[in-house]
């Protein structure tokens, strides 16, 4: 669905979007938040004559680093919870806390994974995944009720 965060727009000769946009980020950053840059870069970028589309992508990162930028998405959250977290930590032995933990999270993340959706935050023992959908395509949110469905039954 999501695809690679990558585009190789031609900025001039041996020059692409992609290498101006490290790919790295993608391990902390999520794909979304990903995606949004690079689309606003894209957009600046083509919106300039060819020959300045080197500059305008400069321009657009110092515009983007200093004034940031907040876009609405529509889509669905997901927060999970272990309920009875504390509890079940003090009353196990670590290692094998541990090991459930390490299940339990493998099991939830294969199911965000496998319905179309990205893990975008740990906190403790919960954890946030989110389903974007494109403009106002609501069919997209079908799979997003199939989800929590399958998430309650784990």
Not at 9 to 23: F, K
Not at 121 to 127: C, E, P, T
Request: with cysteine.
């Amino acid at each position: 669905m999501w695809g690679s965060c990558s585009t190789a727009m031609s900025l001039g000769p041996g020059e692409s979007l992609e290498q101006e946009v490290d790919s790295s980020v993608n391990a902390i950053v999520p794909r979304t938040l990903v995606r949004q840059l690079i689309d606003t870069l894209q957009n600046d970028v083509e919106s300039a004559p060819p020959e300045l589309h080197g500059n305008a992508l400069r321009e657009s990162i110092v515009k983007y680093k200093s004034e940031g930028s907040i876009q609405r998405h529509r889509g669905a959250l997901l927060f999970v919870d272990i309920s009875g977290f504390t509890h079940l930590s003090q009353n196990y032995p670590v290692e094998d806390f541990k090991n459930f933990i390490n299940r339990y999270f493998t099991k939830i993340i294969d199911l965000v994974i496998s319905f179309g959706g990205e893990v975008v935050k740990f906190a403790g023992d919960a954890l946030y995944a989110l389903w974007a959908t494109s403009g106002s395509h609501f069919d997209d949110s079908m799979n997003v009720d199939g989800s929590g469905t399958n998430g309650s039954e784990i």
